[in-house]
């Protein structure tokens, strides 16, 4: 089993930028793949970017060209780069790791981007 925690969200005005952390508590080098969603409110939550653990990396059509995942395996972290912010971006990030045939996810962080 692996423990998510996300942190860094927060407020930020339309176009500025945020980064995400997502820390497991082991180390995240054995996981197929690892992942940022969102859930705006009233909507279903969306994949936003992931990372296998060969590099490979995955991106919304919504978010391709501004936001950036990637991974540090020696701290077991995982990272959103999240650049020229936009209010449609608003919503709760979620953490989410894919370990065989189990996906485990986070409590989520706020992320609301004012107009």
């Known amino acids: 089993q692996v423990q998510l925690v996300e942190s860094g969200g927060g407020l930020v005005q339309a176009g500025g930028s945020l980064r995400l952390s997502c820390a497991a508590s082991?180390?995240?080098?054995?996981?197929?793949?690892m992942g940022w969603y969102r859930q705006a409110p009233g909507k279903r939550r969306e994949p936003v970017a992931t990372?296998?653990?060969?590099?490979?990396?995955n991106y919304a059509g919504s978010v391709k060209g501004r936001f950036t995942i990637s991974a540090d395996n020696a701290k077991n972290t995982v990272y959103l780069q999240m650049n020229s912010l936009k209010p449609e971006d608003t919503a709760v990030y979620y953490c989410?790791?894919?370990?065989?045939?189990?996906?485990?996810w986070g409590r989520g962080t706020l992320v609301t981007v004012s107009s």
């Open positions: 990372i296998t653990t060969g590099g490979s990396t």
């Open positions: 082991r180390g995240i080098s054995s996981i197929n793949s």
């Open positions: 989410r790791a894919e370990e065989k045939t189990l996906a485990y």
